[in-house]
């Protein structure tokens, strides 16, 4: 028996005995213990069928929630998926899928959005002459071959709805489809730690070179970065479509060869999306050294050119839907990609561009 103890009060108590020791079970007695289970075989899932069409062919693109084990074909989801994903994925029922918050149409909240310069009218309207620099005065035109002018077309900019209302209306869906992912507004590639840093974009590197964004045309990307600051966006809407998610349309006429918009997001390397589920990312730099090749990421930033679709390059129909193409360029020796118009655009027609316009390595044949 353990000798007694003196209390803080001069008398005397028993000292508690010591707990006992916790005795943990081997791993020969739980192996030993644990019941035995038939091994996972590929037999196991040929049951499976998808929820949508009722078929179970198609396994490597038949896909399982991990919250009620349903089966589904990545072309019968609605929006669709395009490549099966490496991680967690839940159907549409076990998603905490709420509906879709519509941002407020007022203009203190669009300012604030997308930082407008709070000093901008509305009444500033978007150039449309192609003979005005953004210093406001005209060019002069040099004296160049007939053959020559035929082969150099030039960016043009684009003209914005001259109603402030319908801009605003316009501004909102495009911050509705930015909120609902989860995403933060930038016109402009973004470098943040743990990335790939901004020296590290260099259009040296590039495999097999990069087109010099000329002079005249990158006045016209300055001016539609400055118009966009002055809250002149490019007259699109943003719409969502049970099939293809969230996609842009024209709200006005767009003439051919007009800049709609440069592809934002975060920069990153190529080596560490790989494995990647976000299927908007785009190509900036293809190096001669893999290690240098970089990706543009818009899953945290981005601008509109994350919400325009791409085409079936796969099919006839799929390719004639093609009224936007993707450039990249050597602008000030940095890689830089933009989405320009290919062809006359009416209102209310939907944009679409190859994907796979460099790589031809993204998974488009079940677009619709």
Known sequence: MPPPVMSDRGTKRTAAPPPPARRFRSMEEVMRDAKRVDPLTREGYSEVRCEQCRLGDGENEL???DGCDKGFHIYCLRPIVVRVPTGSWFCPECQDSKPLTRFPITQTKILDFF????????EIKCAPSEDIIPDGKKRKR???PLVRQKKRRRLLPYIGTEDPQRRLQQMASLATALTSLKMEFSNELTYVPR???RYKNRASLEKEGMQ???KED???LELCQAMY????CPPLMVVFDSCEGFTVQADGHIKDMTLITEYTGDVDYLKNRETDDCDSMMTLLLGVDPADSLVICPDKRGNIARFISGINNHTLDGRKKQNLKC???NVDGECRALLVACRDISPGERLYYDYNGHEQEYPTHHFV
Do not use: D, F
């Not at 930082?115 to 509305?122: F, L, P, V």
């Not at 600051?229 to 002149?232: A, D, I």
């Open 218 to 220: 990158k006045e016209t």
């Open 115 to 122: 930082r407008i310069q709070k000093n901008s009218t509305s």
């Open 229 to 232: 600051k002055r809250g002149e």
């Open 195 to 197: 990335m790939a840093p």
């Open 142 to 144: 040099r004296w160049t």
């Open 212 to 214: 010099v964004l000329p």
């Open 327 to 329: 450039v990249r360029y």
């Open 63 to 65: 896909v399982l929630c």
